[in-house]
């Protein structure tokens, strides 16, 4: 199955780093995100090109391989594993939240930094926090 159409969107519509709008002036490192990205713990996911919900909702039950695993809220190993990017996992985490379509839970979500945080990173714990309107969904054949 071809993801190519999932892929480009994800590409056109993220970059990697944060906001870079003019709107969001406040860079300081202590403060809280701003309105146009999201940490997804390695690195933060700015939104470009105006994504929204509706079209990313669209892609993802046209083209992501086992919805229902979307569905329920997998982490970027798995959802690397089914796009053959780790990356492009997180970029699609953020991406998600950034639109409205789920939440990005890192270990900061529970308030952990550090070493404790990076050693649960590292093991999957920054995941999409699942959406059921993607298994209200029938995938496109």
């Keep these: 199955m071809s993801y190519q159409n999932l892929v480009k ?5 993220t970059t990697r780093g944060e906001c870079q709008c003019g709107r969001c002036c406040d860079t300081r490192p202590d403060r809280d995100a701003p309105r146009h990205s999201v940490n997804v713990h390695f690195f933060w996911v700015a939104v470009q090109n105006n994504p929204t919900k509706d079209e990313l ?3 993802l039950r046209a083209e992501y391989p086992q919805l229902d695993r ?9 959802m690397g ?6 990356g492009l ?13 789920w939440k990005a839970i890192t270990p ?3 308030g952990l930094t550090g070493e404790q945080a990076n050693e649960l990173a590292g093991k999957g714990f920054v995941m999409a926090g699942g959406n059921q ?3 209200l969904s029938t995938k496109a054949e």
Aim: proline share 2%; hydrophobic share 50%; aromatic share 4%.
């Design 81 to 86: 594993g089914a796009l053959g990017d780790q």
């Design 133 to 135: 309107e993607l298994s």
């Design 57 to 59: 909702l669209a892609l």
């Design 89 to 101: 996992a997180l970029q699609l985490i953020g991406l998600g939240e950034l639109v409205g379509l």
């Design 9 to 13: 969107y994800i590409a056109n519509h």
């Design 108 to 110: 900061a979500s529970l």
């Design 70 to 78: 979307l569905a329920k809220g997998p982490s970027y190993i798995e």
